[in-house]
């Protein structure tokens, strides 16, 4: 694989943590393919897997109304031009509904990329799942409460 193809993909990758850490939903779909698909892991978390229509929706009527704050610091990346992937290990802050704080939440991302590594084809997230049960009842709560 090229150089460029590894720049590429690097770009595309802070691109992203950029878009999701200024809350810039323009800059964050900028950088993926039409067929784009989004799991939170792990699957017992019972989280569908959804495309871009799905994410629009959770990013505007769940993320959007409940998350202030975010911030993603990584903290280790790995990259493959070869199989064009890269897997980003970060910590996450977050201020929930309430004033709830939540820092040094662990994700690990795993993004698959298409072959010039310019746009995204896959995100695969782990969450930190003690944590995002507990994220997870406070935004259900606000929301009920907003009913």
Do not use: C
């Not at 802070?14 to 393919?33: M, S």
């Not at 892991?41 to 229509?53: I, R, V």
């Not at 795993?110 to 049960?133: A, C, H, I, P």
């Amino acid at each position: 694989m090229s150089a460029t193809v590894a720049e590429n993909m690097k770009r595309t990758i802070h691109t992203t943590i950029n878009a999701l850490n200024a809350w810039d939903y323009d800059a964050l779909v900028a950088v993926r393919a039409n067929e784009f698909k989004f799991q939170g892991l792990p699957h017992s978390l019972d989280m569908p897997e959804m495309d871009n229509q799905a994410f629009r929706d959770h990013w505007f009527n769940f993320m959007t109304p409940s998350l202030k704050n975010f911030k993603i610091e990584p903290v280790m990346q790995m990259q493959d031009a070869t199989t064009l992937r890269s897997t980003v290990y970060s910590r996450v802050s977050a201020t929930l509904p309430g004033n709830n704080t939540f820092k040094d939440y662990e994700i690990v991302q795993m993004f698959t990329l298409n072959e010039t590594g310019e746009k995204l084809l896959r995100l695969d997230e782990f969450f930190d799942s003690k944590v995002y049960v507990e994220m997870s009842s406070v935004i259900k709560e606000y929301m009920a409460i907003q009913e």
